[in-house]
């Protein structure tokens, strides 16, 4: 494919935060996991990703850096399936922005974030298991996936919703506390995993009179109080969520297309019981989760990209004002979690899977959850050597009689483990 020839993207309005604030310990890549009852076959899964990158040529992609922006440009390299080496969440290639591997009976998809988001990523995901499947066990009958159309996929979702505001308004946020501890060496990631089962999450949370992704950040709030002193407690617990913006405008995009909301909590003696908790996050959501409210938040910050005069400066001062503005918003923030919701696969191909997973990498600790049919996984992923968070969370839920069981990674080789 000569220069002329190659096809190439702006970087959406979410996409551009993340090459300028990529590092090392924040790669800002995020993993995606199919588990299945058999072992994966490396040729077979060669054969259902080039089947799959068909569908989703967007994903053959690379990362260049213009004079005013960062953009993407279709890839000479193409992908090979390898058995799983790296460490998670590891670095990617600029050259190639998604990696594919195996280990065991998993299927990993490993993603830039600057490429697509949680749910586009899930899109391929869905496509590259179901081609697998389709491919392995020779199944005859007709699967569609879904009938986005490729002009669909490829779609700058924030630029066709953007609407010209002369008035800009950028929330005001307070410090937040903000977690700290030992890390592990060479920038590894721990990931810690809960599989829990999805309808007594769901009785729980109706029990509360809430939904699952707030009963579960009240928890994970409450579980953070639990470590933090009198003196820490000045300070509010934040938690950043992403949102899923195809849920409240049009789209079927499989680029990024999120926009994200923070709830936040100050403790003090006597309100520390989930229920108090529970009943503050619960009125946030249901007070920042409108689409008028994220209508303007989404115009908001795309606005300072459509005026003419910044389009104008030069991508390496664009960089160290995005650098700048990013490491005062991690200033403002504590943990992030992120739900991608129920995963969904096509009838036929059910039996033969196990369970979906997912988390993400991080300069301090995240947690990320998904459910397949009553499979529902709760991935912490952090750089912290304690564990206490993770162990308090999982206890709120055994205390509700919530069977856990818990996975994690063994830092030093990056084989999994299973904790009893």
Not at 117 to 131: E, H, K, P, Q
Not at 207 to 221: D, F, G, K
Request: proline letters at 3%.
């Amino acid at each position: 494919m000569t220069r002329k020839d190659k096809k190439w993207y702006k970087l959406d309005n979410a996409g551009k935060i993340f090459p300028p604030t990529s590092n090392r310990r924040d790669p800002k890549v995020f993993r995606f996991a199919c588990e299945l009852y058999e072992d994966i076959e490396e040729e077979t899964l060669q054969k259902a990703l080039d089947k799959t990158l068909e569908e989703y040529p967007l994903f053959l992609s690379s990362l260049k850096k213009g004079l005013f922006w960062y953009y993407l440009e279709s890839s000479n390299v193409y992908p090979k399936v390898t058995k799983e080496e790296n460490i998670i969440c590891d670095r990617l290639d600029n050259e190639l922005l998604f990696r594919v591997s195996y280990y065991r009976k998993r299927i990993n998809l490993e993603v830039y974030h600057a490429l697509t988001d949680g749910t586009g990523t899930l899109y391929f995901l869905r496509s590259l298991v179901a081609n697998y499947l389709i491919i392995k066990h020779k199944i005859k009958k007709q699967i569609i996936m879904d009938t986005t159309s490729l002009y669909e996929k490829e779609a700058d979702s924030f630029e066709k919703y953007y609407k010209r505001s002369k008035k800009i308004k950028i929330p005001k946020n307070v410090r937040a506390y903000n977690l700290s501890g030992n890390k592990y060496p060479e920038d590894r990631l721990k990931v810690i995993e809960g599989i829990v089962s999805t309808s007594d999450i769901l009785t729980l949370a109706k029990r509360n009179h809430t939904t699952v992704t707030v009963y579960l950040t009240s928890i994970l709030i409450k579980s953070i109080g639990s470590t933090m002193s009198i003196k820490d407690k000045r300070k509010p617990v934040v938690v950043t969520i992403p949102v899923n913006l195809r849920k409240y405008f049009k789209s079927n995009t499989a680029r990024n297309f999120f926009n994200t909301i923070t709830v936040d909590y100050k403790f003090n003696d006597s309100n520390d019981n989930l229920e108090e908790i529970i009943k503050n996050i619960d009125k946030q959501f249901k007070m920042k989760l409108t689409k008028e409210h994220l209508d303007q938040q989404m115009n908001s910050l795309a606005v300072l990209e459509n005026v003419f005069v910044i389009r104008l400066v030069p991508v390496f001062i664009k960089d160290l004002v995005l650098k700048y503005f990013h490491a005062r918003s991690r200033k403002e923030q504590t943990i992030a979690l992120s739900n991608v919701g129920i995963v969904e696969m096509p009838s036929e191909l059910q039996s033969y899977i196990k369970l979906f997973d997912v988390f993400a990498s991080t300069d301090s600790m995240q947690i990320c959850m998904c459910s397949y049919l009553d499979n529902m996984l709760l991935s912490f992923t952090s750089h912290f050597i304690d564990t206490e968070i993770q162990k308090n969370f999982f206890k709120e839920l055994t205390k509700e009689h919530i069977k856990v069981t818990i996975n994690t990674n063994v830092v030093e080789d990056n084989g999994y483990e299973e904790v009893l």
